[in-house]
Structures are given as C-alpha cells and as structure tokens.
C-alpha cells in the first residue's frame, strides 16, 4: 500500500509563473535567447533567495513540433502553440517576422486573449508591431529599436512612440527597445516579481549591470569600452584619461598626451569617436560613478569629486544627460543595499 503524501493544512504551494515567448521563421535568436537566459536557467544560486518559484518558460509558435529555420543557418522546435502563448502569466513577443507587413492574426488573437485574462503582456524590439496591432497600445506610451520607430508611429498614430528610452512600463503592458534593451527589460521583471536582491544574482550571472532605469536612452554617444585599438596619439591619450580620471583634464592636456596640437587632436578624436573629447570624458566619469553610486560609502558630492567633476552640480547635469535620471535616484533604485 502506498504511503499516504504528507500535506500542511492551510498551505498550498505556490503556483508557478509561466512565461510564454513567439518564435517565427527568420527570427534573429538572441532575443528569444535572453527570455531563455532571463526565465528558464536553472539558478542554484537563488537557493534560500526566493519566495515562490521560479518561471516555467514555453517557447510558442504557430504550429507547435514544426522546424523554424533562424537567422544564422539552424532550426529550432516549439513544443508549444499559441493557446500556451494565450494562457501564460507573461506573454512575451520578441519580434515580428516582417515590421513592414501584416501581423500573423493568430498571434494577435494570441496576445488579445492573454491580455483580458490579465496576463503581462511584454515585447522586446519590433515585438512592439504585434502589440500594437493588438490594440493593446492604444494612448499608451510604448517604444521600439530607433530604427523601426517612425514606423511604428506611422502605422499606429495612436501609440505615442518614445524612440529614445530602453523600456516603458505601463503596468500590465510593456515594450523595450532593441536587442541588449530586452536583458534590461526581462531583469526589470525579475526585480518586480522576486525584488532587487534575486534580480542583482541573475544580472551578475548574466555579466550584466544590474539595472539600468528604463527611461535612459536606448544608446549612449560613444559608450564606454576598453581602448585596444591599434596605437596612435588618439588611442595613447584615450588611455592616459582614463588612468586619470579624477584629475582636471582639457583638450590641451589630452592633446598633449597624443603629442598633437589642439586643433589637429580635436579633429582626429571627433572623427575617431563621433563626441568631442571633453564630451567622452564625461561619459566615462559617469561610468566610473555607478558602481561608487551602487555601494552605500559616499555621499553624491564625495563620488562627483572621486571620478573628476568640478562639482556636484556639473556631476547632476552630466549623468542626468548620459543616464536620463539623477544620482540620488540611480542610488535609491540600484544600491546594493537595496
């Protein structure tokens, strides 16, 4: 006879949040590999972390068992069809197969019935297409990749397109720019459902800064990257910078350390980076801020004078412009205390 199952009167376990993703022909992988990466990896490290368990991903296409070549030369099968899409607790579209043309009516059904279920309803890149010819868009703020903006507002006038953020939140609906923008995306879930603790774990697995706010721009003016380009004046100044960070620097100074003239160096580095050289050093100042800003030592004054800035208020202005928030507020919503 078999031994009866103990169970805790008064408790059930906790049910499990499914994430369902669109798959088609011709997709490029990697935003269907961030929900995987994002949703469905196995996390020891989350051990004694969470609350409830972890998601259930299911990768949904139209015809459930059927081969969808990729870009890239490989095949992939969806076990599950669109009704799974439909029932999941988060609908996630990370693409359409054409921007320019017809929505599949099968997923927007798909993603209208999920919707008035109460399921989150989220699209990474030109997946902001299928939502919106869902009508799930309508008066709301939304955005997409730059390049497919225009379209998208001149399909849907009646979605109000803000092509320079890297998600927007609505609440039960939410879209994000391109590709790197759905990692933000899909950690910014995480911290909604688990909080920052679980959602920093999974980013530091991920290699990815734990949290970028969604109102920052999609792309920063010459973004931060090691200087291992071939070895000229510009490069050999590029790197003295960044070794000096926190002290006073100018053109001259730079110029200096590229052993060009003034106006010779300013040429050369505009042309080389595509931002002034005093516009770059900002940049990387506010770079080198966030992990002093990520810890709870410092004031903002104390960090704006560690990476280089004549003041806290120059500080203020030039990571509200690079990062689209302030300081204060990176702080409050990415510190480790948080």
């Keep these: 006879m078999a031994e009866p199952v103990p169970v805790t009167i008064g408790k059930r376990p906790a049910p499990v949040h499914t994430v369902a993703v669109y798959a088609f022909a011709g997709m490029a992988p990697f935003e269907l590999g961030v929900v995987v990466e994002v949703f469905a990896l196995a996390r ?21 068992g059927h081969p969808l070549e990729a870009v890239g030369g490989f095949t992939l099968t969806p076990r599950h069809g669109l009704e799974e899409l439909a029932a999941a607790d988060t609908a996630v579209v990370v693409g359409v197969p054409d921007p320019y043309g017809q929505v599949p009516p099968a997923v927007v059904a798909a993603l209208r019935t999920a919707h008035a279920r109460g399921a989150r309803v989220v699209s990474i890149c030109s997946g902001a297409f299928a939502l919106a010819a869902a009508g ?64 920093n774990t999974v980013a ?9 706010d969604g109102g920052q721009a999609q792309y920063v003016e010459a973004a931060v990257r090691p200087v291992d380009e071939p070895e000229d004046g510009v490069a050999r100044s590029m790197r003295w910078a960044l070794e000096h960070l926190a002290r006073p620097l100018t053109v001259p100074l730079l110029a200096r350390a590229a052993a060009m003239s003034d106006r010779s160096y300013l040429r050369h580095f505009t042309a080389r980076n595509g931002v002034s050289p005093m516009r770059w050093v900002a940049i990387q100042r506010i770079a080198a801020s966030l992990p002093l800003l990520e810890s709870p030592e410092g004031s903002v004054e104390e960090i704006a004078a560690a990476v280089g800035f004549e003041s806290a208020a120059t500080f203020r202005h030039h990571f509200g412009r690079t990062m689209r928030t ?5 702080r409050r919503t990415f510190g480790r205390a948080a």
Aim: glycine letters at 6%; aromatic letters at 8%.
């Design 136 to 199: 799930l868009l309508d008066g709301l703020p939304a955005t997409t990749h730059w390049r497919w903006a225009e379209e998208l507002r001149r399909r849907h006038p009646q979605v109000r397109v803000d092509p320079d953020v890297l998600y927007v939140d609505n609440g039960q609906v939410l879209t994000s720019a391109g590709s790197a923008a759905g990692i933000d995306l899909c950690l910014h879930l995480v911290r909604q459902d688990h909080g920052a603790k679980v959602a």
């Design 44 to 64: 020891p490290e989350l051990a004694g972390l969470l609350a409830a368990p972890w998601y259930d991903v299911r990768v949904c296409a139209e015809r459930r």
């Design 204 to 212: 530091r697995r991920f290699v990815a800064p734990p949290h970028r």
């Design 326 to 330: 302030s300081p204060t507020a990176y």
